[in-house]
């Protein structure tokens, strides 16, 4: 019952910044745990980023620990992702997701219910 749109996605130099938003049209978004994943090239989707469904408590891969900050509205229904100082190697789809009614923190695929179409981010060196 949940849907997701992400959006901010584009294009950056390497050492530059980008804000991702995920907005969602479902009345439960404020029951959700949400999260962030990505996927290159030849590669499989990984784990980006996850919040809690209050925004209490947050988890990020070990890539990203220092340069991404994961944070939500539940007013706007929307989770942002602050991207600072991105690599090259940043450069993927990067697709929200959302667990309905838990109130935990998950960095697995299938623990999650609800995806967004993506969004594609590319950084240049």
């Known amino acids: 019952q949940v849907q997701l749109v992400e959006s901010g996605g584009g294009l950056v130099q390497a050492g530059g910044s980008l804000r991702l938003s995920c907005l969602a049209s479902g009345r439960t978004f404020s029951t959700s745990a949400m999260g962030w994943f990505r996927q290159a090239p030849g590669k499989e989707r990984e784990f980006v980023a996850a919040?809690?469904?209050?925004?209490?408590?947050?988890y990020y891969a070990d890539s990203v620990k220092g340069r991404f900050t994961i944070s939500r509205d539940n007013a706007k229904n929307t989770v942002y992702l602050q991207m600072n100082s991105l690599k090259p190697e940043d450069t993927a789809v990067y697709y929200c997701?959302?667990?309905?009614?838990?109130?935990?923190?998950?960095?697995?695929?299938?623990?999650?219910?609800?995806w967004g179409q993506g969004t594609q981010v590319t950084v240049s060196s």
């Open positions: 919040i809690s469904r209050n925004g209490g408590s947050t």
């Open positions: 997701a959302g667990r309905d009614g838990y109130s935990g923190i998950y960095y697995r695929q299938t623990d999650y219910d609800y």
